[in-house]
């Protein structure tokens, strides 16, 4: 909510960024022990694929042209790249970390 404060696109970015973040945490927490070599894999997805549908969409309807199919899917797709790239590539690298370094016990 605080990050959303900020945003060009007001009460909107309030409601719909902050939906997008409490359902990504929700589905993430659910799947946080589905893991694949102590990796928690599945769990990123759910904040690529729910803030680039969000976020896209919000974009899109506040662009000059207002919302269209096209619009929407590039913005989608920018927002997902972003985010799947700081979900993986940075996130998996320092849940790995944590994992080797037994600091994991400490944060249960």
Request: overall charge positive; some cysteine.
């Amino acid at each position: 909510i605080l990050a959303n404060l900020g945003s060009p696109y007001g009460i909107a970015d309030i409601i719909c960024g902050s939906a997008a973040t409490l359902l990504a945490a929700v589905f993430t927490y659910l799947t946080r022990n589905v893991r694949v070599k102590g990796l928690p894999l599945l769990a990123p997805v759910f904040s690529v694929v729910f803030n680039a549908v969000t976020v896209g969409a919000e974009i899109t309807v506040f662009l000059p042209e207002g919302f269209t199919f096209k619009g929407f899917l590039i913005q989608a797709a920018f927002v997902g790249l972003g985010e799947l790239v700081v979900c993986y590539a940075a996130g998996m690298p320092l849940c790995a970390a944590i994992n080797k370094t037994g600091l994991r016990k400490y944060l249960k």
